[in-house]
């Protein structure tokens, strides 16, 4: 049996007085294709990692991909670069860069917008260019490239420098933009490269606030209103890392379907191979209708797994906009009723973590999961969203459960659970 | 946002044939405060450790509190000792004992009552104390000193002692007093040490009996029907060792409020600051009202994080009284409705373990919690009890996802998960 695996990105939420329930409980009241997968399949209530961790989106994915974050996560950067078309030669570190809005305040730089009101993409890329000629003119052993709207990715080159260092991003409106140091515990050997990398980002962070600040583009920010991007957030230090394939870990022909550089580089690093679709963005105009069409199409062409992401619930979380993520929601629901026809497939919905839509940021609730398939365990849940999917037949359980689940439920477990196999004997 | 953590020992069990339904079942359909809190919070159930596992209220408590039991857990009679009052020294070794009633079957005395009856303060003091003189002639390095009701603590002292021994007490009415003896595995040096522990601990319980079962006390109290307090169980080996403050842990300024002597030790050795209230007994006689009017005035005072913790459900199960529980349970839930009026505060009401009124033991079943704050995600669970709360949002978790989750609904937590974040950068 095949499988689909849709990811609604930071789909969870909490109680918004005015929706009378969560964004997807709001939502759900209208649903078709998810209420018939939930009507007809099984649920339940999944901590991507564990009860009150809020992951970041790469550690929710990998986590739900099964794999083992203390000895396989290479850190969010290598993913970012990869997504970007970057591939990381051996002594290179990536970061996750945003553009973001500061506040000068004495000597520290207060964020007031994480995203500098997302800005543009052509915007963006010209002041990414700046940065880089400014980084360049320094000496220094690094370049910065421009991704999507205000992300970037930042590379640093070296055989002195290691990635193990803290984010200057305070992940928080009104704190001060952070120092980057090395993580704690670490052996000083690794201590010391980590200084080293910590000393550049820290002052590519000021350059960027002094290049930034003043130029034109931010100057006609200003006049119109929009917050400028005057400064670089940096985050996720990561490293080229062999990642076990998804294909050779759990015997599947995978595909994805997803517009961020994030979510690409993970399913790249991962090995599955990339579906085109036109007009998928990664915001809340992203073409639903053409990326659920890619999915069939890679049904079509023999891939026997399809990740499928859908990124702007979460970017509708965190610029704090409920109506708009519930609405944004509902047009999934919509746009996925051609897979509620699909045969002999196991779709599974879920997402890689909660977001709250009234702080803004990534929250350490679980998210509903429904796993639909002919003759599957069927519970009594009705509706897809996180109250009535955690009184489903699977009751809680993790992002790691996912893979084992999917496995199971497609006949591709064995009735000796872990206890392995042998080849088949030649006579 | 502050929190308050109300914890109701052994406020979980079985199902009472009588009550059609556990106790907390049968007393939830006339609650209020905990209905509320229930109908508006989020909901689920709790494995204090793992499923099927019966924690002793210490164990319940720490995993709770977040700490690593294989790691950091420094044996009962530790906790006991702070309890009483008694900072164990180096080369000190506490247990705690309980006076408990035996028969003499040949040479094996046979416990018939683990709590010789709960037996007065008074009563129990004096024959701790004639205990104690027994101890001193005989010239052994040990100590007793008397707590509350039938409770107390066994100090040893030796260089060449350590409390790594199996209990004397067998846990179970009808059973024999048990040989204290080395835990298994342990490497040569400290078995020979546990054993010279154990000796002492079997000649102490020996003593006990020849002292206490003629003790006019017990004359006294056998010809009143009552049952005799003829010998003392010794169990919980424990030894001074530092756990990391509770406040440095978790970022609380945290206040306790509780009666018995392991809660009070389990809190001062995590440096919460107590809160003191008349009347706050252990017993189903306890000054609840006081206790919730404590944990107010802590708020109040500036604590950040208030642990209440409520004893005599735990005791009425040991006594197989469940109609008693649920009219306990039904008075706690009327002196919570104060905390239903606090606002800005996370409210956690969970139990340590369950404890079966049929079996009259811990039992390895989990408890429910209901997290209540404003704003959190809202489930469909309308009454605070075993079967409603694992319909909630939450489905199951664990005792140690208590305050990750705690962390994550006050805004504690960091959009990064587990991964550090550095100090303020200076330009």
Known sequence: MRVVLIIIDGVGDEYIPQLDGTPLEYASKKFTALNKMASEGMCGIMHPVAPGIPPSSDIGHLSIFGYDIEKEYPGRGYFEALGAGIKLAKGEIAFRTNLATVRQEG????????????????????????????????GLPAEVKHTLEHRGVLILRGEDLIGAITDTDPHELGKPILKAEPWRGLPENLY???????????????????????????????????PPANVILIRGGGIAKRIRPFSEKWGFRPAFIAAGALYKGIARALGMNEIHVKGATGTPTTNLKGKVEGCLRALDAGYDFVYLHIKAADNLSHDKKP???????LRIDKALEPITSLEETLVVVTGDHSTSSIRGRHIG??????FWAPEIRRDRVRMFNENSTSMGALGGIRGKDIMPLILDITDRSTETGTLPLGPPLTI
Do not use: C, M, W
């Open 107 to 138: 000597r520290h730089l207060i964020v007031t917008d994480r995203r500098a009101g997302r800005i543009s993409g052509s915007q963006a890329e010209e002041l990414y260019n700046i940065l880089n000629e400014a980084i360049k003119e320094e």
């Open 365 to 370: 609730l679980p998210v509903p999961v429904v």
């Open 192 to 226: 010391n490269q980590a200084e080293n990398a910590a000393k550049i980002i820290n002052r590519i962070t000021e350059i960027s606030y002094r290049v930034l600040d003043k130029n034109n583009i931010n100057v006609e920010r200003r006049k119109s209103g929009l």
């Open 323 to 329: 109506k708009e993520k519930a609405e944004f929601i």
